[in-house]
């Protein structure tokens, strides 16, 4: 598995990736994006900034990047990226298939990214990511499944995955929505010729939704890989918006909302690696101080009172507007 490569890594962040969701198209549901993103959102200005975020991230110890077919120009702009570092072999690349951009680089188009898991989908965004990534991906994980996804019962995909993961590709899959939990239960229940088929997770954990953690700890014991998005619960957890109670801990560690929300999920013993979704280098680097707080049992109670429901946190997250 690629993700070998990080567990020999030595930096004090090599279990915070960089995803690009953020910085890969002009419009996204994150908090704050008035202010992180220049006001002309030109196709250049967001490749450069991706560039910036890329040269950073790494000179700082991140070794794994994320990015999705959904997420703009991200796999190109990644691409264009790692054309330029051909000798860089100490990193794992990830996207994802399952959803299509549809804003056509607008910030206020009707619909951003439509959802599709079926077979021709796979197929058709596959060619697409390897005419970018070709064999610089390492993991090609499934956008977002839910419990009622047919990807969890199409054979015939399962067969397809299957000979991607025997040519060496990773096969993984994301979740979201309030049954993370049904749906990674059942993804580990998925076998081709009585092997499991996926070797990496990718879920929704914060402060404010917890509800994933169980099946995450089965998935980690069963061999997963568990990568964990949206930390900052979309900059709900940064410091503008922040609850009172964590910018309270904050301001006792000395460093940001944003990387004590970030520790409170890299200390999970389950936690492989940790999404950063910043914008900004400054962000970036504020959020890599995660791996330096230490949170005593006082604080962790006082965070645990920060968690909701989960049906109440998506439906907040799905009324998020598009910046």
């Known amino acids: 598995m690629p993700f070998a490569r990080l567990a020999s890594a030595t930096t004090p962040t090599c279990h915070i990736g960089l995803g690009l969701a953020a910085v890969?198209?002009?419009?996204?549901?994150?908090?704050?994006?008035?202010?992180?993103?220049?006001?002309e959102r030109t196709v250049d200005a967001l490749r450069d900034r991706t560039h910036e975020l890329l040269d950073a991230a790494y000179a700082q110890g991140v070794?794994?990047?994320?990015?999705?077919?959904?997420?703009?120009?991200?796999?190109?702009?990644?691409?264009?990226?790692l054309n330029t570092r051909p000798g860089l072999d100490d990193i794992v690349v990830g996207s994802k298939w399952g959803y299509t951009y549809t804003a056509d680089w607008s910030t206020d188009a009707e619909t951003h990214e439509v959802k599709d898991h079926t077979l021709a989908t796979y197929e058709r965004q596959r060619a697409e990511t390897d005419a970018l990534l070709g064999d610089r991906l390492d993991l090609y994980q499934i956008h977002s499944v839910t419990p009622d996804s047919p990807a969890l019962t199409d054979k015939e995909l399962h067969a397809k995955l299957a000979q991607a993961a025997?040519?060496?590709?990773?096969?993984?899959?994301s979740t979201s929505g309030p049954a993370q939990a049904d749906a990674i239960r059942a993804a580990l229940a998925?076998?081709?010729?009585?092997?499991?088929?996926?070797?990496?997770?990718?879920?929704?954990?914060?402060?404010l939704e917890t509800s994933a953690a169980p099946a995450l700890a089965e998935a980690h014991d069963a061999g997963l890989t568990v990568i964990v998005k949206e930390g900052m619960a979309n900059g709900r957890l940064a410091g503008p918006h922040a609850p009172d109670v964590l910018k309270e801990?904050?301001?006792?560690?000395?460093?940001?909302?944003?990387a004590v929300a970030l520790a409170v999920i890299l200390r999970q013993p389950w936690a492989g690696v940790v999404l950063s979704g910043a914008a900004t280098?400054?962000?970036?680097?504020s959020n890599l101080h995660a791996a330096v707080v230490d949170l005593d049992d006082d604080q962790l109670a006082r965070l645990a009172t920060l968690v909701e429901?989960?049906?109440?946190?998506?439906?907040?997250?799905g009324q998020l507007p598009w910046h």
């Open 166 to 173: 025997a040519r060496g590709l990773t096969i993984g899959f």
């Open 63 to 81: 070794r794994y990047f994320d990015a999705a077919r959904s997420y703009g120009r991200s796999e190109e702009f990644l691409a264009d990226w």
């Open 281 to 285: 280098a400054n962000q970036l680097a």
């Open 190 to 207: 998925v076998t081709v010729d009585g092997e499991p088929l996926f070797r990496t997770v990718q879920s929704t954990y914060n402060a």
């Open 309 to 317: 429901e989960p049906q109440a946190y998506w439906e907040k997250r």
């Open 24 to 39: 890969g198209r002009p419009g996204y549901i994150n908090l704050g994006r008035d202010q992180d993103l220049p006001a």
């Open 249 to 258: 801990i904050a301001e006792e560690s000395g460093l940001g909302c944003d």
